[in-house]
């Protein structure tokens, strides 16, 4: 098959003049790469397309793939995650992971808490801070958890996330809302364990690769699992591996977040963070339906790794997931403009 790659290369923003911080979620030229060999082994033609912008003026210009491999993160807006896989709706021509439904909703933590809460599986409780008056208005017991609410990689994750009191809490909700210019979610602190579980498939397809725990060393941000802690993890991290067999809290999370990727409607591939209560009772955290594929940095392909499945199978899995879903799903309506719906006959 002939493959596009979809992604946000991090060099180029920078390039372009913004800061570490803004392009923090973008992608390294080795994850491009990675996805290039890997693609190559398992006997498909991958074909660079790059961001949003780049695949419109390739789909303007009259190119097609036959299936597009989606990891591009967006810059703009608080649904930036959706906007390549609608673009590509438009077109008819499909793609990896999950629609611009789910990858809307699912950028934005207190919305998907809101579903999962409905859905019956456990998360802490919350508030939104839209404006830093709302602080005042929250009335859940203290230590509270604070962070962006669209955001992903950690931005705005720190041991100031932790806050103690309602002083602590108005400053970190008054620095997060400058710095992010979004909503802040307020949560319930959960100071127990912290598990980050894996899967692939779709639906009743849908499967655990395995759990890790995340395990802070002393030179490690105390606490959070933060930005500074995920940017240098390789120093400040030790991930490890749990069977379910073996450890019944573990058990208890994977049947947990299994029931959340469901409900949620995510596709072909990704991650789920869950934290232990103050019972040990293991806690919706957030979920990443279009998780970092950095062959040795990301999350997902480290934990797949540890569960005895490599790069290429984890590639493997997530494009054959994809290539059932088109196979099983009507032609696309756009088809009916011609070759695309750019290309619309007279």
Known sequence: MKIGLTYDLRSEYLAAGYTEDETAEFDRESTVEGLENALRELGHAPVRIGHARQLVQKLVSGEEWDLVFNIAEGMCGIAREAQVPAILDVYGIPYTFSDPLVLALTLHKGLTKVIVRDGGVPTPDFALVEKLSDVERINLPYP???????????????????????????????????????????????????????????????????????????????????????????????????????????????????????????????????????????????????????????????????????????????????????????PSKAKRFGKSCGQRKG
């Open 144 to 330: 509270l958890f604070a962070k962006p609410v669209a955001e992903g990689t950690g931005k705005g994750v720190s041991p100031k996330s932790k806050a103690k009191d309602l002083a602590a809490l108005r400053q970190v909700c008054g620095d997060l809302l400058k710095t992010y210019q979004q909503p802040v979610l307020v949560e319930t602190f959960l100071p127990g364990r912290e598990f980050t579980i894996g899967f692939t498939g779709t639906g009743d397809e849908a499967k655990v690769i395995g759990t890790i725990e995340v395990l802070l060393l002393a030179n490690a941000e105390p606490e959070v699992y933060s930005y500074t802690n995920k940017e240098y993890c390789e120093d400040r991290v030790v991930y490890k591996f749990l069977r379910p067999t073996d450890d019944p809290v573990v058990r208890q999370a994977e049947e947990i977040a299994l029931k959340a990727w469901r409900i949620l409607g995510c596709r072909d591939g990704g991650r789920m963070d869950l934290r232990c209560d103050a019972a040990g009772k293991p806690n919706f955290m957030e979920v990443n339906p279009l998780a970092g594929m950095h062959p040795e940095h990301s999350d997902l392909p480290i934990l797949s790794k540890l569960a005895g499945v490599t790069y290429l199978e984890l590639m493997r899995r997530i494009v054959d997931s994809a290539i059932r879903r088109i196979e099983n799903s009507p």
